[in-house]
């Protein structure tokens, strides 16, 4: 008897690992956005005083969900120089989650946005607070769920600026360069009528097609593979986001975003047009991939090759 309990208990528990759910905070989630949106935060320009006001709630934010710092701080400062701008001490903000390896995956989301114009804030709520609320929410679902890689999480600075966070990350990375296997990078999870995400990068990196597929479906977000394809021109978005330095560096990635709409880079980037149905699923989508990448990377290359 005691040995048939046994195996039913078995198959049970590997069921309910293999039928796992991804669940988030969806008020957190939304609320994240929704401050990082406000007005207060002035557009988030690299520099500014609504820049910094933004950095303060992310450190806030990633001390509460227990991310460690690199060397006691989150805060990593560097110069940033770009179309026309001279910022001295922009600022990436970086903690990780231990895991059993030192190779990691690197998460990122940037948190600048372009400030105000013509007396107009430019809040950019799709761009990019939504996928540093999705970035807040991978890190409170990996301190409960304990990784096997060790799972860096940054939100960078500049990337409106011509992607210089994630350059300035890469050129004096927190972890050596060789350890680390992927990056997933989020920019615009939180705005599409169809319901669509996309994933990009496989066509540069064939073996992360099957992790993706493993994905569980959700039902108000949907996942396609694509715009990576140097043919498609504009829609290749293989260079349009801070993804790109990693992949310059031959760092496989995988870059998760929606479409272009109206408010893309618009004043009317607001925290009233979220799609507070897709924008949940849109995440979690993203969070089961790293799950699964955390799983199964390593095998996964190996079996390409
Ligand atoms: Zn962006």
Same mark, same amino acid.
């Given at each position: +008897?005691?040995?048939?309990?046994?195996?039913?208990? @078995?198959?049970?528990?590997?069921?309910?690992?293999?039928?796992?759910?991804?669940?988030?905070?969806?008020?957190?989630?939304?609320?994240?956005?929704?401050?990082?949106?406000?007005?207060? +935060?002035?557009?988030?320009?690299?520099?500014?005083?609504?820049? /910094?006001?933004?950095?303060?709630?992310?450190?806030?934010?990633?001390?509460?969900?227990?991310?460690?710092?690199?060397?006691?701080?989150?805060?990593?400062?560097?110069?940033?120089?770009?179309?026309?701008?001279?910022?001295?001490?922009?600022?990436?903000?970086?903690?990780?989650?231990?895991?059993?390896?030192?190779?990691?995956?690197?998460?990122?989301?940037?948190?600048?946005?372009?400030?105000?114009?013509?007396?107009?804030?430019?809040?950019?709520?799709?761009?990019?607070?939504?996928?540093?609320? /999705?970035?807040?929410?991978? /890190?409170?679902?990996?301190?409960?769920?304990?990784?096997?890689?060790? @799972?860096?999480? /940054?939100?960078?600075?500049?990337?409106?600026?011509?992607?210089k966070g994630a350059n300035a990350f890469l050129e004096n990375p927190p972890v050596p360069l060789e350890n680390i296997l992927l990056n997933v990078n989020m920019d615009m999870l939180s705005v599409n009528e169809k319901g669509e995400l996309y994933a990009s990068g496989v066509y540069h990196y064939p073996f992360l097609k099957p992790l993706l597929q493993e994905i569980k479906p959700r039902p108000e977000a949907k996942l396609i593979l694509g715009h990576d394809k140097p043919e498609q021109g504009h829609d290749d978005w293989t260079n349009q986001s801070d993804h790109y330095q990693f992949h310059k560096r031959k760092i496989p990635f995988v870059y998760f975003g929606v479409e272009d709409h109206p408010h893309y880079h618009k004043p009317s980037d607001d925290f009233v047009n979220v799609n507070q149905k897709f924008y949940p699923d849109a995440a979690a989508l993203v969070i089961d991939f790293i799950r699964v990448a955390d799983q199964k990377l390593e095998a996964s290359a190996a079996n390409t090759k």
């Open positions: +008897m005691k040995k048939i309990v046994l195996i039913s208990a @078995l198959v049970v528990g590997s069921f309910a690992v293999s039928a796992q759910e991804i669940k988030l905070d969806k008020k957190q989630l939304l609320h994240d956005v929704q401050v990082l949106a406000a007005d207060s +935060m002035e557009g988030r320009l690299s520099g500014s005083e609504g820049n /910094a006001k933004a950095q303060a709630y992310i450190e806030k934010r990633f001390k509460q969900v227990g991310l460690k710092p690199f060397k006691g701080n989150y805060k990593h400062h560097f110069k940033l120089e770009g179309r026309g701008v001279v910022v001295d001490k922009a600022t990436n903000l970086i903690g990780y989650i231990p895991g059993k390896s030192d190779k990691a995956i690197v998460i990122t989301a940037h948190y600048d946005h372009v400030g105000v114009r013509d007396g107009k804030i430019f809040n950019g709520t799709d761009d990019n607070a939504s996928g540093v609320g /999705a970035l807040l929410a991978a /890190a409170s679902y990996f301190k409960k769920h304990k990784p096997d890689h060790t @799972l860096i999480f /940054a939100a960078l600075d500049g990337e409106e600026l011509g992607l």
